[in-house]
């Protein structure tokens, strides 16, 4: 079963998905200088530089009567090497797109008369981010309504406007003192250590964590002293991980109750298990809604107060079950199950506004789509199409906007209607202008047979000079995760590969999340193992096709991806080089030195000195003895997900045995290569480089 996808001219925007863009080298057919990896495209072909040009759409909010849209509009900031932002507001039918103010995440009030959003603080307080609302009257007068030391995040309106909560950390410690002599006058002792107690004191693109805990507050919305909410040794929100993570929180319609998801005692060792409480905001009371074992969060509250949705599963010591929706009554009576058999993880839960049901996104075989659930349990399908569609925000009367990517339509916002009827329609051209006349290559959908019988999913990138009686140099990008899901949104490095006369394959190998529990679960205490066979499979059927040259093909991935691609070349040959990005090497050491260090824990049954056998046997640094392809490694020197000592270890294996490697440790990165504008385009042009001193230059078309 395959969908062919016309090749297109760009004319829509580029929205980043953890795909974005990167360079072209060279026009298709035309074999870049060697040693060099340069940009020497045709005029119509994706650059380096048009990344550069390019920006993002995100979160855009409808104002309550329905006539009005604010979004983020983020850039590259070329000076400083990040993204900047800014909140832009345009009719609801796009028109009149127009710049509104510094900042980020906007939020109408429930009357639509005011807009809540984040800022960096100034009035000689705290610098970092704050909260502040704007009139949206002729005048536009703005206030900063908080002065945190600690940065607010996740904000709400309560039901009458007067309040908006929000989340932010609780620093809590408790000395350890020891009789330390007193240092001489004028004498410079190093600092005191770092003293550590916890499971989890450290996270990707934080650091070191500070001691303490995530609680909600509120504030005045015309500004004020902030009241915090919760409060204790623990956590609000469904982590395991203190200051980490979105709190899911809802309020009654009376604005009378607090409903949140959390764990009431230290989640430090709790992987993966919450509870949903209510606390009613007049006495500060706290009740457990949630009576079974399980990841239960998102909590949202119906229009007529008498319902709660929320979603999560009974607990599973496997890796991977999806998230199904819930229902209960408001005071936590009668928990059904509402998403039937639906087997797909359900996110952005949105209260129709008779509750007669909730809407919610479904990710499922690489889209992603709105559905909608009644209490009693019936689950319909509201959107269809190709797309990755995410569900922002909408009216009482069920108008909804939220930002829509396809393989040839870099994300926008959208609005559409939640009955289903009418099209969904775009409301921006962000990258218009930079996209106008550029050629992307065709991307084609394909299914095929892997290891007992499975059938797996991928996509085909060609050159936009396709040309199927010749032969392209292949890679195979592999995801993350590992329970992730490649999706048919814009990719920008695929297209920037295709337009180098390269053919990428992409694929959902088992493990991949949008295929249910059983497909995802495959890879339980096993890890890597059947996933490599679909990839291979992959690779098989593409080659049946007749335009793979097979002594020209390459593997790279990052994290999970960086996990398999290692594993790959542990057990063939058969590719000419491969990029290894952030992986994992080493099980057995990864679980004690990654900031998730509960998940290296789980990740099979028993702990290391308990089950040593298990962590090696999955370890691709236990089949290094095999590899013989040229090998390229990039990891960022701040990675604390995949730390840097992974990729070390297996660098140092390579060497030893004198396979073709170099080791590129990225500046300022956390887990990923691509966070900074710099890096992401370093990542891109590094691999090409990479393939191409190993034969990856496509080759002249043929006479015959």
């Known amino acids: 079963m395959r969908t062919r996808l016309a090749p297109a001219t760009a004319t829509a925007t580029m929205a980043a998905l953890g795909l974005v863009a990167t360079s072209a080298l060279a026009a298709v057919g035309v074999a870049p200088a060697k040693g060099v990896a340069q940009e020497t495209p045709a005029d119509d072909m994706l650059t380096v530089g048009h990344y550069l040009d390019m920006e993002r759409v995100s979160d855009p909010q409808i104002s309550p009567d329905g006539s009005q849209v604010v979004y983020t509009r983020s850039w590259v900031d070329k000076m400083e090497d990040r993204f900047g932002s800014a909140v832009w507001i345009m009719n609801a039918g796009g028109e009149r797109n127009r710049f509104l103010l510094e900042g980020s995440s906007p939020r109408w009030s429930p009357d639509g008369t005011r807009l809540a959003f984040v800022a960096p603080g100034g009035d000689g307080g705290p610098a970092g981010p704050q909260i502040y609302v704007r009139w949206m009257d002729a005048e536009g007068a703005t206030s900063q309504v908080t002065r945190e030391t600690e940065a607010p995040s996740n904000f709400k309106w309560s039901p009458d406007g007067r309040y908006i909560y929000f989340q932010r950390f609780v620093p809590e410690s408790e000395p350890w003192p020891i009789d330390l002599p007193p240092a001489p006058e004028g004498a410079t002792w190093t600092?005191?250590?770092?003293?550590?107690?916890?499971?989890?004191?450290?996270?990707?693109?934080?650091?070191?964590?500070?001691?303490?805990?995530?609680?909600?507050?509120?504030?005045?919305?015309?500004g004020g002293t902030a009241q915090q909410?919760?409060?204790?040794?623990?956590?609000?929100?469904?982590?395991?991980?203190?200051?980490?993570g979105n709190v899911g929180y809802d309020l009654t319609p009376d604005g009378g109750t607090l409903v949140f998801d959390g764990l009431m005692e230290d989640a430090d060792n709790r992987y993966r298990e919450s509870h949903v409480y209510a606390m009613e905001l007049a006495t500060g009371e706290v009740r457990q809604l949630t009576s079974e074992k399980g990841?239960?969060?998102?909590?949202?509250?119906?229009?007529?107060?008498?319902?709660?949705?929320?979603?999560?599963?009974?607990?599973?010591?496997q890796t991977y079950k999806t998230t199904d929706l819930y229902m209960m009554d408001a005071d936590g009576g009668n928990p059904r199950l509402v998403s039937g058999s639906l087997d797909r993880d359900v996110g952005a839960l949105h209260w129709a506004s008779n509750s007669s049901g909730v809407h919610f996104t479904a990710g499922d075989r690489g889209t992603m789509n709105v559905h909608f659930a009644t209490p009693s349990g019936d689950v319909r399908q509201v959107t269809?199409?190709?797309?990755?569609?995410?569900?922002?925000?909408?009216?009482?009367?069920?108008?909804?906007?939220?930002?829509?990517?396809?393989?040839?339509?870099?994300?926008?916002?959208?609005?559409?209607?939640?009955?289903?009827?009418?099209?969904?329609?775009?409301?921006?051209?962000?990258?218009?202008?930079?996209?106008a006349g550029k050629r992307l290559g065709e991307v084609e959908?394909?299914?095929?047979?892997?290891?007992?019988?499975?059938?797996?999913?991928?996509?085909?990138?060609?050159?936009?000079?396709?040309d199927p009686s010749r032969e392209y140099p292949l890679i195979l990008h592999i995801h993350g995760g590992p329970h992730g899901m490649y999706n048919v949104g814009f990719s920008y490095p695929y297209q920037n590969f295709a337009a180098n006369g390269?053919?990428?394959?992409?694929?959902?190998?088992?493990?991949?999340?949008?295929y249910g529990t059983d497909f995802g679960n495959a890879i339980d205490n096993g890890y890597p193992?059947?996933?490599?066979?679909?990839?291979?499979?992959?690779?098989?059927?593409?080659?049946?096709?007749?335009?793979?040259?097979?002594?020209?093909m390459y593997v790279t991935g990052c994290s999970g991806g960086g996990v398999l691609s290692s594993w790959v070349i542990g057990h063939t040959t058969r590719f000419a080089a491969a990029g290894v990005r952030c992986p994992v090497i080493n099980w057995m050491s990864f679980a004690g030195n990654a900031d998730v260090t509960v998940w290296g824990y789980y990740r099979y049954h028993g702990y290391p000195w308990d089950n040593p056998d298990k962590y090696l046997e999955h370890s691709p640094l236990m089949y290094v003895q095999n590899v013989t392809t040229p090998t390229i490694l990039m990891t960022g020197e701040l990675d604390l997900r995949t730390p840097m000592a992974q990729t070390e270890e297996y660098y140092q294996a390579l060497k030893q045995l004198g396979v073709p490697t170099k080791m590129i440790r990225f500046?300022?990165?956390?887990?990923?290569?691509?966070?900074?504008?710099?890096?992401?385009?370093?990542?891109?042009?590094?691999?090409?480089?990479?393939?191409?001193?190993?034969?990856?230059?496509?080759?002249?078309?043929?006479?015959?």
């Open 295 to 317: 990841p239960w969060g998102q909590p949202k509250v119906s229009p007529d107060g008498r319902a709660i949705a929320y979603v999560g599963y009974p607990w599973t010591s």
């Open 445 to 466: 959908e394909i299914w095929y047979e892997s290891t007992g019988g499975t059938q797996a999913q991928g996509w085909i990138v060609k050159p936009p000079d396709f």
């Open 667 to 704: 500046h300022d990165e956390y887990h990923g290569t691509g966070s900074k504008p710099s890096n992401f385009m370093r990542t891109q042009l590094y691999l090409m480089k990479w393939f191409e001193e190993h034969g990856g230059a496509p080759r002249p078309a043929t006479d015959g």
């Open 229 to 244: 909410l919760t409060s204790g040794s623990w956590n609000a929100g469904a982590t395991f991980v203190s200051g980490v």
């Open 529 to 552: 193992s059947v996933d490599y066979d679909d990839l291979m499979a992959g690779v098989d059927a593409l080659i049946e096709r007749g335009y793979v040259a097979e002594d020209q």
């Open 502 to 514: 390269y053919v990428t394959l992409y694929t959902n190998p088992r493990g991949s999340t949008g």
């Open 191 to 222: 600092p005191t250590p770092r003293i550590v107690d916890r499971v989890h004191y450290r996270f990707d693109r934080i650091g070191f964590l500070e001691e303490g805990f995530t609680h909600l507050f509120r504030v005045p919305s015309d």
């Open 384 to 435: 269809e199409g190709m797309h990755m569609l995410s569900l922002s925000s909408a009216t009482e009367g069920g108008r909804a906007v939220g930002t829509l990517t396809s393989p040839h339509e870099p994300g926008d916002v959208v609005a559409y209607d939640l009955d289903g009827s009418g099209a969904i329609r775009q409301l921006t051209e962000v990258n218009a202008d930079v996209l």
